[in-house]
Antibody
Framework: QVQLQESGPGVVKPSETLSLICAVS?????????WGWVRQPPGKGLEWIGS???????YYSASLESRATIAVDASKNHLSLHLTSVTAADTAIYYC????????????WGQGTLVTVS | IVLTQSPGTLPLSPGERATLSCRAS?????????IAWYQQKPGQAPRLVIH???RRATGIPDRFSGSGSGTDFTLTISRLEPEDFAVYFC?????????FGQGTKVEIK
């Protein structure tokens, strides 16, 4: 059973870098699939941040591309998200997820981790 | 593509039929129909309900159905069960971009 678990600091200061890890269990990232990060400000909707293939190909939301970096570490079986120059608008629950074989939707999600910029 | 969901809130009673709309700002490529629907309950991660516009995800009961093409897509819940009251998001994939709608809350009337 594939499981995803996000971790990282719950509070980040404005202008600093938000860094999160998503640990994957039950599946080797190097075996395939695209993986993604999605965030949700408290009480609001979902926003796609970016997606990455195990080989390293990455795609980013146009609105976050200049500040976001997503990477895969196959040796640790995890993916990471770095978001620079954060502001209060980056306060959100951050989810990591696995995309379906067709890459069109997100079929497995982590429980999410709340990051507050303050 | 921008996705617009309606209504914002849908008050219904258990046993009633729910019809949720998702309209795309541009026509979705027909042979791909990369529209998905998610259910999200308070304090939980989203759960994939429908993908490919009409294919139920694993473990989703058959009272959930998806339909549509072009710019108009619909999620239908034939008879609402108590556990179906939640927020539903539609999502599109195309050209390596994934986009979500703003959500429809199905609440108990």
């Amino acid at each position: 059973q594939v499981q995803l678990q996000e971790s990282g600091p719950g509070v980040v200061k404005p202008s600093e870098t938000l860094s999160l890890i998503c640990a994957v269990s039950g599946y080797a990232i190097s075996s395939g699939y695209y993986w993604g990060w999605v965030r949700q400000p408290p009480g609001k909707g979902l926003e796609w941040i970016g997606s990455v293939y195990f080989s390293g190909n990455t795609y980013y939301s146009a609105s976050l591309e200049s500040r976001a970096t997503i990477a895969v570490d196959a040796s640790k079986n995890h993916l990471s998200l770095h978001l620079t120059s954060v502001t209060a608008a980056d306060t959100a629950i951050y989810y990591c997820s696995r995309l379906t074989v067709g890459q069109d939707s997100f079929d497995i999600w982590g429980q999410g981790t709340l990051v507050t910029v303050s | 593509i921008v996705l617009t969901q309606s209504p914002g809130t849908l008050p219904l009673s258990p046993g009633e039929r729910a019809t949720l709309s998702c309209r795309a700002s541009q026509s979705v490529i027909s042979y791909e129909n990369y529209i998905a629907w998610y259910q999200q309950k308070p304090g939980q991660a989203p759960r994939l309900v429908i993908h490919g516009a009409s294919r139920r995800a694993t473990g989703i009961p058959d009272r959930f159905s998806g339909s549509g093409s072009g710019t108009d897509f619909t999620l239908t819940i034939s008879r609402l069960e108590p556990e179906d009251f939640a927020v539903y998001f539609c999502q599109h994939y195309g050209s390596s971009v994934w986009t979500f709608g703003q959500g429809t809350k199905v609440e108990i009337k």
